[in-house]
């Protein structure tokens, strides 16, 4: 494997200024291979992954372990966001219709486009300058910080991954873990770099000096700003809520002390009542930290009324579509259930591999594949799909229960029809269905491969003819023995 020798598609250079909205994730994914190959060959990225596999995973094991009703609750979950998907229109109506009686308003975007000029024009309504964010993927997903920034608005994140990330101009990793690539040294030199009012001298070998620093660079942000943006885990149809979880307390700052609230949310976040909500918040911190609950769950119900001692005096909630109605209905609808937890990718041996960026879009990992080709287009992401093992393990922790495997074999037929796969592959594929097709060729074939794959002395094999990509990075065993089929008609005789 070469070692790097540019840096990722898709991540840029603080030096470079703000990044354009297509190198904030959108329609870098079809650079995987390249973002793949670099990540496999950097070195300190290696290092923060194999950290990531032994506290994420084992923290999931052990939450889940310590709750014996963890599969009932997981089917309550599945079985709350499949009735939703079914009536959806009614719940965001409904949602929509508490939202305004309680002095709140909706806004319903198609697209990324509409959804960040919306932002824009409610932030030019109150004349900010600044805005604080919370945590949303949504946000990610308009790119809504380039946006501001290009017309004159400084988002600041509040997130401590999330601050860190932006410090360094680069894109979360990790949808719960958005700095999980950055070391502790990394997040000191950060700091030295762009707090650069402090004595460059202090000690920040500390993780408690680290986060008491950007403690004290954030309270002033809070207070200065002028619009709070927040994502929502939850949309709430009964009140017209929207409820987020933080472990900082940063979303309850960014929601109630700025003059107006944003909330960024995908239409799928609808569920019926606050009760279906903390039920599902049950299998939520369990798959994504590891907690049995989050530290801060806030709920937000409209704006500040006359006797509330604080809260914005607006409140705005951004609906967006951008392609999730277009999977109703289809063989991708269940990814709609997905509530952002991330274990999919804590267990994944190919994000395990290569990290979150490579990706190259907002959504990494299993969950990343499946949805960024429904997102962002097919053409652009087709190596996603291919980015799996097929082990399953992605599935089976989904408290969910999204079938993620299926899903990622479904675009990799998607992509077989739609002539996107390249012209070699499609043949091999037509070739291996003919030859199924006829298992009398197929035992013949096979058995002539298996002969033909026995000779090398070595044991190992550094060429495989149709299978350069493969031997490009490593050997592939020499075949021993006999074939299945072989040994199965050999069993099988009395
Ligand atoms: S697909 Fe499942 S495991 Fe992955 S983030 Fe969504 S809910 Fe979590």
């Given at each position: 494997?070469?070692?790097?020798?540019?840096?990722?598609?898709?991540?840029?250079?603080?030096?470079?200024g703000?990044?354009?909205?297509?190198?904030?994730?959108?329609?870098?994914?079809?650079?995987?291979k390249?973002n793949?190959?670099?990540?496999?060959?950097?070195?300190?990225?290696?290092?923060?992954?194999?950290?990531?596999?032994?506290?994420?995973?084992?923290?999931?094991?052990?939450?889940?372990?310590?709750?014996?009703?963890?599969?009932?609750?997981?089917?309550?979950?599945?079985?709350?966001?499949?009735?939703?998907?079914?009536n959806?229109?009614?719940?965001l109506?409904?949602?929509?219709?508490?939202?305004k009686?309680?002095?709140?308003?909706?806004?319903?975007?198609?697209?990324?486009?509409?959804?960040?000029?919306?932002?824009?024009?409610i932030?030019?309504?109150?004349?900010?300058?600044?805005?604080?964010?919370?945590?949303?993927?949504?946000?990610?997903?308009?790119?809504?910080?380039?946006?501001?920034?290009?017309?004159?608005?400084?988002?600041?994140?509040?997130?401590?991954?999330?601050?860190?990330?932006?410090?360094?101009?680069?894109?979360?990793?990790?949808?719960?873990a958005?700095?999980?690539?950055?070391?502790?040294?990394?997040?000191?030199?950060?700091?030295?770099?762009?707090?650069?009012?402090?004595?460059?001298?202090?000690?920040?070998?500390?993780?408690?000096?680290?986060?008491?620093?950007?403690?004290?660079?954030?309270?002033?942000?809070?207070?200065?700003?002028?619009?709070?943006?927040?994502?929502?885990?939850?949309?709430i149809?009964?009140?017209?809520?929207?409820?987020?979880?933080?472990?900082?307390g940063?979303?309850?700052?960014?929601?109630?002390?700025?003059?107006?609230?944003?909330?960024?949310?995908?239409?799928?976040?609808?569920?019926?009542?606050?009760e279906?909500?903390?039920?599902?918040?049950?299998?939520?911190?369990r798959?994504?930290?590891?907690q049995?609950?989050?530290?801060?769950?806030?709920?937000?119900?409209?704006?500040r009324?006359?006797?509330?001692?604080?809260?914005?005096?607006?409140?705005?909630?951004i609906?967006?579509?951008?392609?999730?109605?277009?999977?109703?209905?289809?063989?991708?609808?269940?990814?709609?259930?997905?509530?952002?937890?991330?274990?999919?990718m804590?267990?994944?041996?190919?994000?395990?591999?290569?990290g979150?960026?490579?990706?190259?879009?907002?959504?990494?990992?299993?969950?990343?594949?499946?949805l960024?080709?429904?997102?962002?287009g097919?053409?652009?992401?087709?190596?996603l799909?291919?980015?799996?093992?097929?082990?399953?393990?992605?599935e089976?922790?989904?408290?969910?229960?999204?079938?993620?495997?299926?899903?990622?074999r479904?675009?990799?037929?998607?992509s077989?029809e739609?002539?996107?796969?390249?012209?070699?592959?499609?043949?091999?594929?037509?070739?291996?269905?003919?030859?199924?097709?006829h298992?009398?060729?197929?035992?013949?074939?096979?058995?002539?491969?298996?002969?033909?794959?026995?000779?090398?002395?070595?044991?190992?094999?550094?060429?495989l003819?149709?299978?350069?990509?493969?031997?490009?990075?490593?050997?592939?065993?020499?075949?021993?023995g006999?074939?299945?089929?072989e040994?199965?008609?050999?069993?099988?005789?009395?």
């Amino acid at each position: 494997m070469n070692a790097p020798t540019a840096p990722f598609v898709g991540i840029s250079d603080p030096a470079q200024g703000p990044r354009s909205p297509s190198a904030v994730g959108h329609g870098v994914s079809d650079q995987f291979k390249h973002n793949a190959d670099l990540a496999l060959g950097d070195a300190k990225l290696q290092v923060a992954l194999a950290e990531m596999r032994s506290s994420f995973k084992g923290r999931n094991e052990a939450a889940r372990k310590g709750l014996p009703e963890f599969q009932a609750l997981s089917d309550h979950a599945k079985a709350i966001k499949q009735h939703v998907l079914a009536n959806l229109d009614y719940y965001l109506e409904r949602f929509e219709a508490k939202v305004k009686a309680a002095g709140g308003q909706v806004h319903w975007c198609n697209d990324a486009a509409e959804a960040r000029d919306k932002v824009l024009a409610i932030c030019r309504s109150a004349g900010a300058r600044t805005v604080t964010k919370g945590k949303t993927m949504v946000g990610e997903e308009i790119a809504i910080n380039h946006h501001l920034e290009a017309n004159g608005i400084l988002p600041v994140e509040t997130d401590l991954g999330e601050y860190i990330i932006q410090l360094r101009g680069e894109t979360p990793s990790h949808i719960i873990a958005p700095a999980i690539h950055v070391s502790k040294e990394g997040v000191a030199d950060t700091f030295r770099a762009h707090h650069t009012d402090l004595d460059p001298a202090r000690p920040l070998s500390e993780i408690t000096a680290m986060l008491a620093e950007a403690r004290g660079k954030l309270r002033a942000r809070f207070l200065a700003a002028d619009v709070g943006i927040t994502g929502a885990n939850f949309l709430i149809a009964e009140t017209g809520s929207s409820v987020i979880v933080t472990n900082e307390g940063n979303g309850d700052l960014t929601q109630t002390l700025p003059k107006i609230h944003i909330v960024l949310a995908g239409i799928e976040k609808v569920v019926p009542t606050l009760e279906d909500a903390t039920a599902i918040f049950r299998v939520l911190a369990r798959s994504a930290t590891g907690q049995e609950m989050s530290v801060y769950t806030t709920v937000s119900t409209g704006p500040r009324r006359a006797h509330d001692l604080d809260g914005p005096g607006e409140y705005h909630v951004i609906l967006l579509d951008n392609g999730r109605s277009g999977v109703l209905g289809t063989e991708f609808e269940d990814m709609l259930r997905c509530i952002r937890c991330g274990a999919c990718m804590d267990h994944c041996p190919v994000y395990h591999a290569i990290g979150g960026h490579a990706y190259g879009s907002v959504y990494p990992g299993p969950i990343g594949a499946v949805l960024t080709p429904a997102l962002f287009g097919l053409a652009h992401s087709k190596d996603l799909p291919n980015a799996s093992t097929l082990c399953g393990r992605c599935e089976s922790v989904c408290p969910m229960q999204i079938p993620l495997p299926k899903m990622l074999r479904q675009w990799r037929e998607r992509s077989f029809e739609r002539h996107l796969a390249p012209a070699r592959e499609r043949w091999g594929i037509k070739a291996w269905a003919w030859l199924a097709r006829h298992p009398q060729i197929y035992r013949g074939a096979m058995a002539l491969a298996a002969r033909l794959l026995r000779r090398p002395a070595t044991g190992r094999i550094r060429h495989l003819p149709l299978g350069g990509a493969w031997t490009a990075g490593r050997d592939f065993p020499a075949a021993s023995g006999r074939t299945f089929q072989e040994q199965w008609r050999r069993r099988a005789r009395p």
